[in-house]
């Protein structure tokens, strides 16, 4: 009897025909301690009486007990099994999901399989095929509990809606990071095979995924900073140090000297201090509006950017201007200068202020 639910099947109907445990007893002709005990699952109706209990709910003997549900599980079961044993063949768990999606079309599970495999067997859709997966994305939205279901029905519709209703679902989706919208728009193009356009657009996510990388947030306590800055110039060295990342370049290196510093490695701190100097020289000799080259023979081959502009763009296409957020590709000799004497954000330069070089390169930048 364990997988009998009649406890709370009786309980359910119950309630929703909103009466008291008291008014079912007197309707059965039984006490209000007897259906108190079967709906704490304590004990079960004799079975001469189910009959009209169901009756009384109008509905069947089979839905009070449960068994219909029980089946249902069980055959569920069966699903995720096989659909399991199938992991290296799509198609044929799409044709399985098929079958049990339309004896369980409420089930949220199989809708989100389902999603997912008529994707998964290719983009290339007839519309009506693109709008059937629409309809189930929403129905995803609407009907089901499950977050992760719900954001890769999202991602699925930026994907395969009508170009003007892209938009719309864009502006539905979370943003998991920073560059969510544009990391979709990429997949978008390259499922419907727009490959013109993708080879643009992918060269320039990669370069915002590389600035978000290299730009947010590092701990605040300067060893481990020291650690996260040092990354960050290695991926710069990696590129070869093109022109167009010198400043910037120059800026994480003054920021590992300050590290050090602050860990009273004064030493270490001063040479670096100065190779950071050194570097910011060579950024302030080339002329503002100078053509610069952002990568290197194997990495952002195609993109360029101009000194102190807030655009980057193609040079095969100049016309296809489009900015990264982070002001990477700026910066002057005023910008350093107020880093250098700035009370607020540097402290840890503070021991090194008094240092005759930090003096002489302040007053050189004052100068200028």
């Known amino acids: 009897m364990k997988d009998i639910y009649i406890a709370q099947k009786l ?14 007893a007197e309707a059965l002709a039984i006490t209000p301690q007897s259906v108190s005990k079967w709906e704490r699952g304590e004990g079960y109706p004799e079975i001469t009486m189910l009959p009209a209990i ?30 399991a044993a199938l992991i290296f063949s799509p198609e044929k768990r799409l044709n399985l999901t098929e079958q049990y999606y339309k004896k369980y079309p409420g089930n949220c599970e199989i809708l989100s399989n389902l999603v997912y495999l008529l994707c998964e067997c290719g983009f290339d859709k007839t519309k009506e095929e693109k709008k059937r997966i629409e309809n ?22 930026c994907v395969i809606a009508e170009k003007e209703d892209v938009l719309n679902y864009l502006n539905l989706c979370p943003t998991s990071y920073a560059l969510q919208r544009e990391e979709l728009l990429e997949t978008r193009l390259l499922k419907n095979g727009t490959m013109s356009d993708y080879s643009w657009i ?17 701990p605040r306590d300067p060893a481990n900073a020291y650690t996260e800055y040092c990354r960050r110039r290695g991926v710069i060295e990696f590129l070869g140090i093109p022109e167009a990342w010198l400043g910037f370049f120059a800026l994480l290196i003054l920021k590992c000297s300050a590290a050090l510093f602050a860990l009273n490695r004064y030493e270490e701190g001063k040479v670096l201090f100065s190779d950071a100097i050194a570097q910011y020289e060579k950024w302030f000799e080339i002329e503002d509006g100078a053509p610069l080259m952002i990568g290197n023979d194997l990495f952002f081959t195609d993109l360029m950017t101009k000194k102190n502009d807030f655009f980057c763009y193609h040079k095969s296409a100049t016309e296809k201007n489009f900015s990264v957020k ?14 250098l004497t700035r009370p607020v954000g540097w402290e840890w330069l503070d021991s090194f202020r008094e240092d005759e070089f930090f003096k002489a390169t302040v007053q050189r930048l004052e100068s200028r």
Do not use: P, W
């Open 136 to 157: 189930l994305c929403n129905r995803i939205l609407s009907e089901s509990s499950n977050a992760v279901d719900k954001e890769k029905a999202l991602v699925t519709l």
């Open 202 to 218: 992918h060269e320039e996510n990669d370069l915002r995924l590389l600035v978000y990388m290299l730009t947010k947030e590092v």
């Open 11 to 24: 309980l359910e109907k119950r309630k929703m025909r909103g009466i008291t445990q008291e008014q079912l």
């Open 54 to 83: 169901a009756d009384y709910f109008n509905t069947s003997v089979d839905e009070m007990l449960g068994t219909d549900t029980i089946r249902k599980n069980k055959d569920l079961q069966v699903y995720q099994e096989r659909f």
């Open 326 to 339: 982070n002001d990477v590709f700026l910066g002057n000799e005023r910008g350093l200068h107020l880093i």
